[in-house]
């Protein structure tokens, strides 16, 4: 009689600490899946400035963007045949 | 009494009945009930990708992705406030009667996109004005760094984000991906919190890398649209290749189009260089003349007579534009001599004829697998008259694309070897031998007198380095024969001694009043290619006329700048 309360006492105990257990690791494993979540965000977040960055850098080196920034702002020029000078090595 | 029995056998049958619908929830109708009530919690979202880029071949873009917000409505939940109609109209510049009508007209829909691919600051203040069913929606938008300049190649997406044209429609798979699917639970707000399970992996797209140089590709296109519109042409073409490696470095066409905001009727919108076949003319002379050189009937110096100018076949009379006298087969090239071209195809086997053309490419299409490439035409020998094998050694008579002549050119420049021209990077591509090496060699020698002091190529001409290439100018037919328009072409390559380019010109229909290839085609030619050798870091093979050019201009010349 004694031993059966004791072990009835016993998988109570275990009962409860498996089940507090699962509540925890269910918690914790929503909380690691809302911090996948914001992860996931900030990843999407920095891919989408890196592409619109490389737009941006792609508009401003652009040629016709460089060509007319030489010709029009820095009065640059191609040079005459006659001011080339091939050496050779 | 009665009323004792009564009362008892409406409680026995109310239980009755509350157990018969216990049961028939609990167990007959239990799978669709649990489907309903996770329907409540559980979403299916798609996880969408992105598409790929795609890039030159240094790595510059020339397409990307890049997230933009959509708006959309529910408009059962809308329309309840006409108010927010008005001021959602007045931020999206719509017409709010216009707006009010459509979502009328779809109230019992649940989800009707408003308008697509904002602006970012746009989407930032319907964001900040909080209305009830409206909600704002991520999405990918194409960019297109290059704009106009590389179109064609390109091409563009529809607003699903499906290739259409170009290399964005031949790709599109590899660039596309595949949007994955995830099974989350979401709480009252809509926020996921927690993951159940990811029923399909998302694949992203990949990225692209082109052959195509952009500086290049920028470099041709803005001197080829100076010169369309310098000569009032209808359209043209510039095609530029790596003869070491077949790859495209340049492709460019005119009318073009901005692929940013396509115009779907637009006749800009096909890549003329591999999509539209012409007769080439005289650019064709170097392969007959090769056909003639392989045959052992010729050698590079054998006399031809090409006098009185001009030559009767069959009822056709075939002319030159003067009376060249007794030349050499080089002497055809250099001069462009179509009674000579002739007198060389007559002696030949048509079978034979035909089998060099055919293994420089003309009438097969080149394997870009570009979307629409044309084979051209090339007829089977078999049919052959005798004036038509006279005018195919002239370049009519048959119809090539403008890819198709570079990739033939590159391999008269290469020796011989012939290479399948390609636009992405990376992919193997083995030469095939199509012609003696010998032949190759001296087929070049005879190109590179067309830019010499006698030739009709001298407007080709590139400062410091040595050009081969060869003049065109076809008339175009047309339903009543040969009418008064022309296509003026250049073909060539360089630098002479060890070939690292070649360069493909193609103005259609000039209207200015010249329309010789030597005059229309050869400038641009020469503009590009001496562009293009700079660019690329080739050095110059012809230092004598470097120096002349030095001591005519009377210039003190210093290497350092402490000397005089």
Known sequence: MNLRLILTLLLLALVTTSSLGVVYTRHQSRSLAVQLGELENQRDETIAEWSRLQLEQAWLADASHVERKARDDLGMDQPEETLILVVEK | MTRLYAFLAIVLLSSVALAARAFNLQIMETEFLKEQGEARFMREVEVPVRRGNILDRNGEPLAVSTPVDSVWVNPGELLQSPEDIDRLAEVLGANADEIERRLTQRAQREFVWLKRRLHPDLAARIDAMKLSGVFLQKEYRRFYPAGEVAAHVIGFTNIDDIGQEGLELAYNDWLQGKPGVKRVIRDRLGRTIERAELLRESVPGQDIELTIDRRLQYLAYRELKRTVLKHGARSGTVVVLDIDSGEVLAMVNQPSYNPNQPNIDSDGLRNRAVTDVFEPGSVMKPFSVASALEAGIVVPDSPIDSSPGWINISGYTIKDHHNYGPID??????????????????????????????????????????????????????????????????????????????????????????????????????????????????????????????????????????????????????????????????????????????????????????????????????????????????????????LTLHKASDQPVSLDGDQP
Request: net charge positive; with cysteine; glycine share 12%.
């Open chain 2, 329 to 546: 087969v080089t002497r055809i090239i250099t001069k462009s001599s179509n009674v000579g071209a002739t007198k060389l195809a007559l002696q030949l086997e048509p079978q034979h004829m035909w089998n060099t053309y055919d293994r420089f490419g003309f009438g097969s299409v080149t394997g870009t697998g570009f979307p629409g490439e044309s084979a051209g035409v090339l007829r089977n020998y078999k049919r052959w008259r005798r004036v038509e094998q006279a005018t195919l050694s002239y370049g009519y008579g048959l119809s090539v694309t403008a890819l198709q002549l570079a990739s033939a050119f590159g391999a008269i420049a290469d020796e011989g070897r012939m290479r399948r021209p390609s636009l992405i990077r990376g992919a193997s591509n083995p030469a095939i031998s199509v012609i003696d090496p010998t032949i190759a060699r001296q087929v070049a020698a005879m190109l590179e007198t067309v830019t010499g002091p006698e030739g009709t190529g001298k407007n080709a001409r590139v400062a410091n380095y040595r050009i081969s290439g060869k003049t065109g100018t076809s008339r175009k037919a047309s339903a009543a024969g040969y009418a008064s328009k022309y296509i003026a072409t250049f073909a060539g390559f360089g630098p002479a001694s060890n070939p690292r380019l070649v360069c493909i010109v193609a103005i259609n229909d000039p209207t200015g009043g010249e329309y010789y290839g030597g005059l229309v085609a050869a400038p641009l030619f020469s503009t590009i290619m001496s562009g293009a050798l700079r660019l690329l870091d080739v050095a110059p093979d012809n230092f004598e006329t470097a």
